[in-house]
């Protein structure tokens, strides 16, 4: 007996304690080396998927899932009693003893029921990492448009603030040398102010999204961050997108991870019908009396499923398969009409972007006409700036559609998997 206790313990598990860090990830130097130079929008996916620590702790969700699938697994330990009784008086010649060794039969019969949830539940954790994932690229590919757009953007309100304050200083020496007014000079002041606003405003939008992209890529806030000039859209077929939006329940890991989850609720509703058959332990059992007769036989006891009968856990457990029944249908529902709504936005914000790009080349020629008659003295200052300004608005007016249908493609391609982690990936998913 002593060695079989030994045997038990040298396989047992071990406890050793894992502490906490006090040191903040982004203060280490990273283990994985960041790339050089300017930074495409694959780079970035590539880097999120590889550093974000949101993904990296969501990650070890799967340990723990596959766990409760080994646990699930595994019948119970057989139960084993006995007792020694030394003679204290009376007739007898010996001590007695007993010992019995039983087991639960009922956990044979909801053994299946037991694999079937678990596997769906660990399935149900690989599908919501996978949509955890699409989350974290969707949001870094948006960081990364906005970036980039607001980038165009700041060196138009740049240019269209150092117009306006050529015209503002023109005016402060014209005012000085008694030539305008400060009627005729107030316009172009608010002009001038309104532009560094809209530089200060913008450039407050800029820190905050570089701050967010860096946090996403696990970096320290500040950190530098170089990003390429042309953000590439994500290659997402708008016809095929709308003729298929019907079938997204087989593409959207959220939508997966949903039927996954009611998958593994079927399975818990499963056994808790089974669960309402007594309880049915068998074995073998034996002894000796003090006058040395033995006996030995099988043993079996049971529960009377007079009160309980497991009513409450069935009951539950058929209300919350209702319920997740529900939010499938109103999850699938909202998905579809987010596909189709985000593929008639984009198609607009398309038709908007060449309608404004059609007419930047007559703003231009009208600036460059502008700019050669106001040096040739054949155009006032006034009428030059108006034009000027009315060219740099209508190329920031382009940059903020192209902004908008950069920033559309990106979700659609969220809400697609356009360019991201395939469900492939996933198994079992079919049934």
């Not at 119970?76 to 008086?89: C, V």
Request: charged share 20%.
């Amino acid at each position: 007996m002593a060695l079989s206790a030994t045997l038990l313990v040298a396989g047992c598990a071990s406890y050793r304690p894992l502490p906490l860090p006090t040191t903040p990830t982004p203060t280490v130097e990273a283990a994985a080396p960041f790339p050089d130079g300017p930074l495409t929008s694959e780079q970035i996916t590539a880097l999120v998927l590889r550093d974000d620590a949101e993904l990296i702790a969501a990650r070890r969700q799967k340990g723990v899932a596959e766990a409760q699938l080994l646990q699930a697994g595994l019948l119970p330990d057989p139960s084993f009693g006995g007792a020694i009784l030394p003679l204290t008086a009376g007739p007898g010649t010996t001590f007695a003893w007993n010992a019995n060794i039983q087991e639960d039969l009922r956990a044979l019969v909801t053994l299946k029921a037991r694999k079937q949830g678990a596997r769906a539940a660990s399935l149900q954790v690989d599908a919501q990492l996978l949509w955890q994932e699409w989350q974290a690229v969707g949001q870094a590919r948006l960081l990364y448009a906005q970036i980039v757009s607001g980038e165009r953007g700041m060196r138009l309100l740049v240019e269209t603030q150092r117009v306006f304050a050529d015209r503002t200083a023109r005016l402060d020496r014209a005012l000085a040398e008694g030539n305008a007014t400060l009627t005729t000079s107030a316009p172009d002041l608010a002009a001038l102010q309104a532009a560094r606003a809209q530089v200060d405003a913008l450039e407050r939008q800029q820190l905050v999204r570089r701050h967010q992209l860096n946090a996403l890529l696990n970096r320290e806030a500040d950190a530098p961050l170089r990003l390429a000039d042309a953000p590439a859209a994500p290659d997402v077929d708008l016809a095929a997108v709308d003729a298929s939006a019907v079938e997204i329940a087989q593409r959207r890991p959220d939508i997966i991870a949903l039927r996954l989850g009611y998958r593994a609720q079927e399975a818990r509703t499963r056994l808790s019908i089974l669960m309402q058959f007594p309880a049915f332990n068998f074995g073998v059992g034996g002894g000796s009396d003090n006058s040395n007769v033995r006996s030995v036989g099988p043993q079996f006891s049971t529960t009377l499923p007079v009160f309980d009968r497991n009513q409450g856990d069935v009951a539950a457990q058929h209300a919350t398969r209702e319920q997740l029944h529900a939010e499938y249908q109103a999850r699938l529902d909202a998905a579809y009409s987010q596909a189709r709504a985000a593929v008639a936005e984009l198609r607009q914000a398309e038709r908007q972007l060449a309608v404004v790009r059609a007419d930047l080349p007559g703003t231009r020629r009208a600036a460059a006409q502008a700019a050669s008659a106001f040096q040739a003295g054949a155009l006032d200052e006034l009428g030059y700036v108006d034009l000027i300004s009315a060219n740099l608005t209508k190329q920031q007016e382009i940059v903020a559609l192209e902004q908008t249908v950069l920033e559309q493609q990106v979700a659609l391609a969220t809400l697609t998997g356009a360019g991201l982690p395939a469900i492939d990936a996933l198994p079992d998913t079919a049934a």
